[in-house]
């Protein structure tokens, strides 16, 4: 006879029978909600599939999928990820950073993310990193690296950047050689143009070298790494005593005085950087600190015989150990060799081409009115460029209006929504001006007019119309040559049907076949405070 099992109803038999292993039962879950998907693509794109999950917009779910998504936050743990951009390589590293490549994950754009560890940073580092991100904040030019987004975690400080997929130009000379004349001509005409527009807000860069130029394109190069920069406070004759910089380019200055002015140390920089650019080799070369100090303090350099005159003019003029006998800016713009080069456009001031959405609808820009007096009529705000209009009309499609912008904008750089704003912006502003050579692009050196000569193609030249400038060894700048004109911004404005692909990835630049270098270059310079 076989045994029955007895269960008492107050009794567990597992405990009178511990052998006895019943089958799990889940417990049951209640249901989904309706429209609740946490996938990837269902975060990034919209229609029928972007229903599925939560949040109406593709901001809203790429929000959700930040912070509720398993896989996201274990990339955001493991460094894969900070904010709404996802890192893929590595770009290079600094004395103070890391600089890695990302993808903005709902416009698709490409940046460049610097990472600092801020348990490495000082106090002066610190202050340094503070005056980067105020003086870029700052400065809007085409060929000044743009700052998107400050994103800052419990460890990390990440500066969302442009992105130039050519990289350093000082690569690029070092791998195929020195360039000729013709296209040094358009580069290091950018360069100044820059460098210009900084000297024309009163920031210096202090760390001009080919090192911290970056190549957007075959002839298209952007300044950038403003860890060095300041602002000068009382003026252009303002003194300065922190000596920064990297040796091969420090002004004599620099070694010889206990303080100098900003506006001389950085057109010395130029110069050497456009002695690299056509030779291939730095004009002050030593094996020591100490050596190279001595050779520039005592000015002597030699300059190849395959240069022209008029390079060879312009080079010596800026490199000049007095730094009231060097060239100013509208001197070096305006002269004998540059002439005819295209010069890009600038903005003359930061209204239309904003790249903080400081003008919302409705925002009154009236100063508060005094005490007993009755209140000043509301400014009505300017009219929004066809540039600004497409931009956020783009960004609506995706779920950033302009009451999300407007609660933001006081967060400014350290906002995700600024920061996309700032892209979408950016990227329409590429897309509707021309590249650098063509005459809607920028302007050729002749008369105020732009009565020169036109620019045909990238290498600067065609060019051919009347120059006037003083000669070649005096260099003096013409009448009215300036770079800060009435001229708007990159690219002048462009119609809403101009830049319909806004969030079409673009096509990334073909990176140059690597050569060997036939030029000779020194070692790779470091970028150091003097003592």
Known sequence: MHSCVTFVSNGDPRTRYPNIVRPYQPVPRPPRPPGRRTSLSAALFGGSKGAECGGSTPYERLTLQLHHDRRWRQEVSLGKRVGLYRLRGDLGAGNF?????????????????KILDKAKLDQKTRRMVTREVANMERVHHPNIIRLYEVVETYSKLHL?????????????????GR?????AKVVFGQIASAVHYLHGRGIIHRDIKAENVF?????????????????????????????????????????RDESYRGPPVDLWALGVLLAFIVTGHMPFQAPTVASLKRHILEGHFSLPAHLSDECQGLIEAILRQAPAERLAMDQIVASEWLCGTPIPKVPDDQGDWVTLPTRANGLSTSPPAEDGASPAPPTPPPPLSDIEVLA??????????????????????????IGTYRIAVHRLQKQASSQPGTPDAATPHGDSNGRGGAASGDDGQGGQGHCRHAHSHSLQATAGQSLSGA????????TAGAARGLFRKAKSAATPKQQASNGQVTVRSRTCVLL
């Open 97 to 113: 950073s890391t600089v890695k490549m990302a993808v903005h994950q709902l416009t698709s754009e490409r940046v460049a993310i």
């Open 160 to 176: 969302v950047l442009e992105f130039a997929a050519g990289g350093e130009l000082y690569h690029k000379i070092s791998t195929l």
């Open 179 to 183: 360039m000729e004349e013709a296209q």
């Open 215 to 255: 190549c957007a394109g075959p002839t298209l190069v952007k300044l950038g790494d403003f860890g060095f920069s300041t602002e000068l406070t009382s003026g252009m004759q303002q003194q300065l005593n922190t000596f920064c910089g990297s040796p091969p380019y420090a002004a004599p200055e620099l070694f």
């Open 392 to 417: 956020r009309e783009r960004l609506a499609a995706l779920g950033i209006g302009a009451a999300l912008l407007h609660e933001n904008l006081e967060k400014g750089v350290r906002s995700p929504v």
């Open 487 to 494: 001229a708007k911004a990159a690219g002048g404005t462009a």
